[in-house]
């Protein structure tokens, strides 16, 4: 685990509220001994299976106006759009993980943690970069991804980016994945009935995996937890933040 915290604020997850919205990240340092100490163990095969958090490519992100974040009431630092004061910079993760590969008695270092591509598609001087880094050397077969839906009214009640932010994340892994030389597959999460979700976009969601020959071995239905905005979404049928009522599934 390199950092705790996540500044997405997305509706359905809690993350943020027992963990922090504020990025927490360990060091450099810190993370390599880590490493070091676990290639160096007993039984060690050669695979750390994760190098990650909340959002694995998040680490050392946080706001850089001291300012701006005591007067922030924004729930999202992303959304709807990479807040101007969050710094976006993921050259110094990518020189993290090519410190890891080096570690002695390090064969294969994979992120098994969700990765936001949102994040590293805003990240004009490193984002393809990272991608590319990631792609090519830290999935072990298999990425998990979570575009959570494809109809925009309820990505935009989730707080999650458009579904052409994703299919554009398709296009540049299968491009990595082929530079590579490796079959390599992603494993795109969905939720179904949450909160501004209609049956219209269940069939939607059901033609967009039909079309794509997907087909889920994992279902999330949207089931409400405590101290999410999606909760507060489920139990009165209006979003607080504009006081419109939102289409909710209750059974």
Same mark, same amino acid.
């Given at each position: 685990q390199i950092l705790r915290g996540c500044a997405a604020g997305c509706a359905f997850c809690c993350i943020t509220e027992h963990q922090g919205r504020d990025v +927490?990240?360990?060091?450099?340092?810190?993370?390599?001994?880590?490493?070091?100490?676990?290639?160096?163990?007993?039984?060690?095969?050669?695979?750390?299976?994760?190098?990650?958090? +909340?959002?694995?490519?998040?680490?050392?992100?946080?706001?850089?106006?001291?300012e701006a974040h005591a007067l922030c009431r924004r729930p999202s630092c992303v959304h709807p759009k990479v807040c101007r004061f969050f710094a976006v910079d993921h050259g110094p993760l990518v020189d993290l993980y090519e410190k890891a590969r080096k570690v002695k008695g390090v064969k294969h270092l994979f992120v098994g943690s969700g990765v936001r591509y949102d994040l590293a598609q805003a990240d004009r001087k490193n984002g393809e970069r990272y991608v590319k880094a990631l792609v090519m050397h830290h999935v072990s077969g298999q990425l998990?991804? +979570?575009?959570?839906?494809?109809?925009?009214p309820v990505l935009w009640t989730m707080k999650k980016p458009g579904i052409e932010s994703f299919e554009?994340?398709?296009?540049?892994?299968?491009?990595?994945?082929?530079? +590579?030389?490796?079959?390599?597959?992603?494993?795109p999460y969905f939720i179904s009935s949450h909160p501004g979700a209609t049956l219209e976009h269940a069939v939607r969601l059901m033609e967009y995996l039909v079309a794509n020959r997907w087909k889920p071995q994992q279902i999330q239905d949207f089931?409400?937890?405590?101290?999410?905005?999606?909760?507060?979404?489920?139990?009165?049928?209006?979003?607080?933040?504009?006081?419109?009522?939102?289409?909710?599934?209750?059974?």
């Open positions: +927490a990240s360990r060091s450099e340092a810190s993370i390599l001994r880590e490493v070091a100490r676990l290639a160096a163990s007993d039984g060690f095969k050669g695979t750390v299976t994760d190098l990650g958090g +909340a959002t694995a490519n998040m680490w050392r992100m946080g706001c850089t106006s001291a998990k991804v +979570a575009p959570e839906h494809v109809c925009e554009r994340f398709r296009r540049d892994f299968a491009r990595f994945s082929r530079e +590579a030389g490796k079959e390599q597959y992603l494993v089931m409400p937890t405590p101290m999410t905005l999606a909760t507060d979404i489920y139990w009165t049928g209006l979003h607080p933040s504009t006081g419109e009522p939102v289409p909710v599934v209750r059974d």
